[in-house]
């Protein structure tokens, strides 16, 4: 609790339980923020820690009654990590619109994509640039060629 | 009209050729190659494969340059984006959208979709009202289902034959829009009276139809 009550009081939904929806929440959870899951496949959940003490919620994002039950309207933040790109942008502008949720935050896949969550004005982070500028960083400093 | 089809199967393809028969100019967008192909085959249209929802696509489609894009796949999320790629980045004056699940409805007129149908309640809507009144033969909601429509027969014995307009108290937001008599149509005034075999337009909102209906037919649901 060395954190301080403003953390502990702090919700953060995450959308998409896949590799990077698994790894963030478990990441948040282990700081002792409130963390919930949803993933649409209920074996996704296998895939956080054992000791991750969030909620997690079988169901499809994309549709109001899951988001209802969810009470998205209680949380602080919400990232949509899912892998389909037009589910993130759906979902952070039905949270952010409809549930009033003060922060979203999207996962791109397609950097053709990344225009249009711009014009919403949603953030994101485009997965496939991150990687890309890593691999092409990595490279001009090793020089990647024969001595 | 410049019309932009984004999805596949069968209900794009009588769409289009629907539309193409009232000369509109049809751009398609399929998702499969070879549904592509099909439909260029079968359709004087402009027929593209790939994914609706990428901007770079839709300029390929011609999305500038049109009047209406109809959103047609089977996931609502893939039908948002094409519909908000059209509206909000090519200035596509209409875009709609068959949603699948009735709630998106009322969620995508909010992000900025011009027409959200279902095809799910419209569907649930006729068959609970249609159940309710054998006499009712037509039915449509408007304004998303806030007043119906309805066009009922008047059988032997119902309690509004040979009364006049004026005698009968309907609800409240209720009314008779019309009267059918043997094919033409009567404009209603407080003094028409109503016969056997007549045929009533009657408008009314959903809570107090049945009561209109059944205070003229005499039927119950």
Same mark, same amino acid.
Not at chain 1, 29 to 39: A, E, K, P, Q, Y
Not at chain 1, 49 to 76: C, T, W, Y
Not at chain 2, 105 to 123: D, K, N, P, Q, W
């Given at each position: 609790?060395?954190?301080?009550?403003?953390?502990?009081?702090?919700?953060?939904?995450?959308?998409?339980?896949?590799?990077?929806?698994?790894?963030?929440?478990?990441?948040?959870?282990?700081?002792?923020?409130?963390?919930?899951?949803?993933?649409?496949?209920?074996?996704?959940?296998?895939?956080?820690?054992?000791?991750?003490?969030?909620?997690?919620?079988?169901?499809?994002?994309?549709?109001?009654?899951?988001?209802?039950?969810?009470?998205?309207?209680?949380?602080?933040?919400?990232?949509?990590?899912?892998?389909?790109?037009?589910?993130?942008?759906?979902?952070?502008?039905?949270?952010?619109?409809?549930?009033?949720?003060?922060?979203?935050?999207?996962?791109?896949?397609?950097?053709?994509?990344?225009?249009?969550?711009?014009?919403?004005?949603?953030?994101?982070?485009?997965?496939?640039?991150?990687?890309?500028?890593?691999?092409?960083?990595?490279?001009?400093?090793?020089?990647?060629?024969?001595? | 009209?410049?019309?932009?089809?984004?999805?596949?199967?069968?209900?794009?393809?009588?769409?289009?050729?629907?539309?193409?028969?009232?000369?509109?100019?049809?751009?398609?967008?399929?998702?499969?190659?070879?549904?592509?192909?099909?439909?260029?085959?079968?359709?004087?249209?402009?027929?593209?494969?790939?994914?609706?929802?990428?901007?770079?696509?839709?300029?390929?489609?011609?999305?500038?340059?049109?009047?209406?894009?109809?959103?047609?796949?089977?996931?609502?999320?893939?039908?948002?984006?094409?519909?908000?790629?059209?509206?909000?980045?090519?200035?596509?004056?209409?875009?709609? &959208?068959?949603?699948?699940?009735?709630?998106?409805? !009322? $969620?995508?007129? *909010?992000? +900025?979709?011009?027409?959200?149908? =279902? #095809?799910?309640?419209?569907?649930?809507?006729?068959?609970?009202?249609?159940?309710?009144?054998?006499?009712?033969?037509?039915?449509?909601? &408007?304004?998303?289902?806030?007043?119906?429509?309805? !066009? $009922?027969?008047? *059988?032997? +014995?119902?309690?509004?034959?040979? =009364? #006049?307009?004026?005698?009968?108290?309907?609800?409240?937001?209720?009314?008779?829009?019309?009267?059918?008599?043997?094919?033409?149509?009567? &404009?209603?005034?407080?003094?028409?009276?109503?016969? !056997?075999?007549?045929?009533?337009?009657?408008?009314?909102?959903?809570?107090?139809?049945?009561?209109?209906?059944?205070?003229?037919?005499?039927?119950?649901?």
């Amino acid at each position: 609790m060395s954190r301080g009550a403003a953390e502990v009081s702090r919700l953060i939904a995450i959308v998409g339980c896949g590799r990077v929806g698994a790894f963030v929440a478990g990441e948040l959870s282990r700081t002792g923020i409130g963390v919930l899951v949803i993933d649409r496949r209920e074996s996704a959940f296998d895939l956080l820690p054992p000791e991750f003490s969030g909620f997690k919620l079988h169901g499809n994002a994309i549709e109001m009654a899951v988001l209802r039950s969810a009470r998205l309207q209680e949380a602080d933040c919400l990232l949509a990590v899912t892998r389909d790109d037009n589910t993130n942008l759906m979902v952070t502008q039905v949270a952010r619109a409809i549930f009033a949720v003060p922060r979203v935050l999207s996962r791109v896949s397609d950097p053709k994509k990344e225009p249009v969550f711009r014009h919403f004005g949603i953030e994101v982070i485009s997965t496939t640039k991150v990687t890309a500028d890593c691999l092409l960083a990595a490279l001009s400093r090793s020089g990647g060629s024969r001595p | 009209m410049r019309i932009l089809l984004v999805g596949g199967g069968p209900v794009v393809y009588y769409l289009a050729r629907e539309f193409i028969a009232r000369h509109h100019q049809i751009a398609i967008i399929a998702e499969a190659v070879a549904e592509a192909q099909a439909l260029s085959r079968r359709l004087r249209a402009l027929v593209l494969h790939g994914d609706g929802s990428d901007p770079r696509i839709q300029e390929e489609a011609g999305s500038r340059r049109t009047d209406a894009v109809l959103a047609l796949t089977a996931h609502d999320h893939d039908n948002l984006a094409i519909c908000q790629v059209a509206g909000e980045i090519f200035g596509v004056p209409r875009t709609v &959208v068959l949603v699948n699940d009735p709630e998106n409805e !009322e $969620v995508f007129h *909010r992000l +900025g979709v011009t027409m959200a149908i =279902s #095809a799910t309640s419209i569907l649930a809507r006729l068959l609970e009202e249609r159940i309710g009144f054998e006499a009712i033969d037509e039915l449509f909601p &408007v304004a998303e289902g806030k007043l119906l429509i309805a !066009e $009922v027969v008047l *059988r032997p +014995g119902a309690p509004a034959v040979e =009364s #006049a307009l004026s005698a009968i108290t309907l609800p409240k937001v209720s009314l008779i829009g019309g009267i059918i008599r043997d094919g033409e149509v009567l &404009v209603p005034h407080g003094p028409t009276v109503l016969r !056997e075999k007549d045929r009533l337009i009657v408008i009314a909102e959903p809570e107090v139809q049945e009561e209109a209906l059944q205070l003229l037919t005499g039927e119950r649901p």
